[in-house]
Structure formats: C-alpha cells, structure tokens
C-alpha cells in the first residue's frame, strides 16, 4: 500500500496520547467519586457495573479516528479487476514425444482435454487462438470467441515431429497484434505454450522468439508436461518396434517464461496440468490496477462513529 500524503500518518501519533489522557482521567476519576462515597457499597446501589465494556465506545471511536486519518493520507493499492477484453493464444506442441503414454491417456491428449476446459472457464467476451507446433508452427484457429470452433480445434490436433517452439512464439505475438477491441485498441494478450521438451527445428532460435514477444507485450506462460519415464515407440524396417525414452526438458520453457514476464510450471500428470490451468484461468481472467482507497476508509470510519456513538448513547445512556 502506498500514500499520496504520507505526512498525514503522523497524525496517528496522537492516538496515544488520547488513550494515556483518558486513562489519567478515568482514574482520577475513580479517586475523585472515592471522596464523597464507598466504592465498596456500590454493588447494593446499582444492580450491574458495566465494568470492561464501558471502555468499548471509545476503543471504536479511537479505531474510527485512525481510519479517518489513514483516509486523509490517500492510500492506494493493487487490486485485482475483472478484463473485459484480452486475447489468449494456446500453442501446443504435437510433436512425436507427445505421444507418451506416462501421462494418461497420452501427453498430447491431455493436454488437448485440459486446455479445453481452462478456456471454458475464461470470460466469453475472451477471444481464443490456437497453434500448433512440431517441425513448423501453423495456426489452428485463428483467436476467436466461438468456444465450440475452440473446442474443434483443440481436437484435431494430431502428433508428428521436432518441436518449433521459437516459429510458435512469434506466430502466436503476430496473431495477437492483429486483434482490435471495439475502440481499436490492441487489447492485452497472453501466450499458454505446452511443451515437454527444448526445441527440435524450427527457423527461430527462443532467445530471438522471447525477444519478440517482450516487444509485442506478450507474457508467455509455459506448462512442460511428462515424467522421466516417457517412452514413444519407433517403428524399424522389418516390423521391429524401438522404444526411445523422451524425458522433459524445462530448461527452454524456463527461459522462455522468465524472459517474457511470464510463468514457468511443471505438469507431471493429468491433475496436476488441470490445477495449473485453474490457476493460469484465474491470472489470466484479471488484471492489477492501482485504485485509491480513501472512499473505503472514510466510509469505514464514518460508520465506526455512529456505531461508537450509539453505543454510548443506548447502551450506556451516556456520550463517549
């Protein structure tokens, strides 16, 4: 939280000051009604002291004062709003690797299934692209708010080989810029890359691929999915089959996620890739604004003073 006039603050200072003054006259007080009377007899004159409670009215309005002083600082703070209007692209790789089984039924087709139920989840005004890479990057779909289009997309996918996971980045920073909210605005956009592995092909290396999209304001969030127990099977020539371990590589997706502001996660079975698209839906459904809060605070405080002030003036039949 930051203030717009912090000197205010020092106001609070007095708060102390006001509680050590009213403990002073609270017992001078008490010596004072000692003189004309027995505090011992009292119990027989009045059917019930409000002993620690008479105290609540001015702890509430002490709490109020304090709000009123903070308001008059001028708080702000980051707080997360709804988007109305954002642009997200999800690129998955279909390369061969992408076929192991190790997450179930295979990585691809979880992928597929959990990248369609986070997109479900996204605001509907949210336009959706897809691209798919293995030896180049093509555009599924280009970004649109049809969810079921989405939806198709996403199940035509099919494997094949390397992994161009510098061609998919630029394509997807190029499908982004071309969009246009309603007043003719680039709206924000963000990048959902799968992968389980360092680039294999492909005419762009991801260190150039990241520097485009930092110029396009393109956060790509990176999910590397598989175990260290992938396996894809290679047919040979005579019908033999070999069996060729594909273990994930995070160390490009990390990379790619640092260097554009985006997220890095690690997805090595099917519930932990859908807690990761829960999360990503959540990020991606918002975004962080500074707001003022001075209206809270003073509204707050106000409220403390009636509630402090109605205390007095029916609980104990007396002001503060």
């Given at each position: ?8 603050l ?9 509680v050590?003054?009213y403990v002073?006259h ?10 004309w ?8 004159l ?24 903070v308001?008059v600082?001028?708080?702000?703070a980051?707080?997360r709003?709804k ?7 999800v ?8 076929g ?9 087709a979880?992928?597929k ?7 479900e ?8 692209g ?5 030896s ?6 280009p ?21 161009a996971i510098?061609?998919?980045?630029v394509l ?6 071309r ?5 003719g ?17 492909g ?9 485009r ?10 999910v590397?999915i598989?175990?260290?127990?992938g ?5 040979l ?6 069996s060729?371990?594909?273990p ?13 502001g985006?997220k ?12 990761v698209y ?9 975004r ?10 003073a ?7 009636l509630i ?12 503060v």
């Open positions: 939280m930051s203030f717009e006039w912090p000197p205010a020092a106001l609070l200072l007095l708060l102390p000051l006001l050590a003054a002073v609270h017992r001078g007080r008490t010596r004072y009604a000692a003189r009377g027995t505090p011992a007899l009292l119990p027989n009045v059917d019930r002291a409000p002993r620690r409670l008479r105290h609540v009215p001015l702890v509430v309005l002490f709490v109020a004062l304090a709000a009123m002083i308001g600082a001028r708080p702000h980051t707080v709003v988007r109305e209007e954002a642009t997200v692209l690129a998955i790789d279909t390369s061969r690797s992408m192991a089984k190790d997450v179930q039924p295979t990585r691809l979880a992928a299934h959990a990248a369609s139920e986070f997109v989840r996204l605001p509907k005004k949210y336009r959706v897809i691209v798919s890479f293995g180049r990057a093509v555009v599924a779909l970004p649109t708010e049809t969810r079921s289009l989405v939806a198709s997309a996403l199940a035509a996918l099919r494997p094949g080989e390397g992994t510098g061609d998919a980045v997807a920073a190029r499908l982004g810029q969009q246009r909210t309603s007043e605005k680039v709206p924000p956009m963000s990048l959902l890359l799968i992968s389980d592995g360092a680039r294999d092909g005419r762009t290396a991801p260190q150039a691929a990241a520097r999209a930092r110029r396009a304001h393109l956060p790509v969030f990176t590397l598989g175990t260290q127990n396996v894809v099977q290679h047919a020539p005579g019908g033999l089959q070999e060729i371990r594909v994930p590589s995070p160390t490009t997706l990390q990379q790619l996620a640092r260097a554009t985006g890095f996660y690690a997805a090595p079975s099917t519930d932990k890739l859908k807690d829960e999360e990503l839906g959540s990020r991606l459904g918002s962080k604004q500074e707001r003022e809060l001075t209206d809270l605070f509204g707050g405080s106000a409220v403390l003073l402090s002030g109605g205390l007095s003036a029916f609980w104990f039949r007396r002001l």
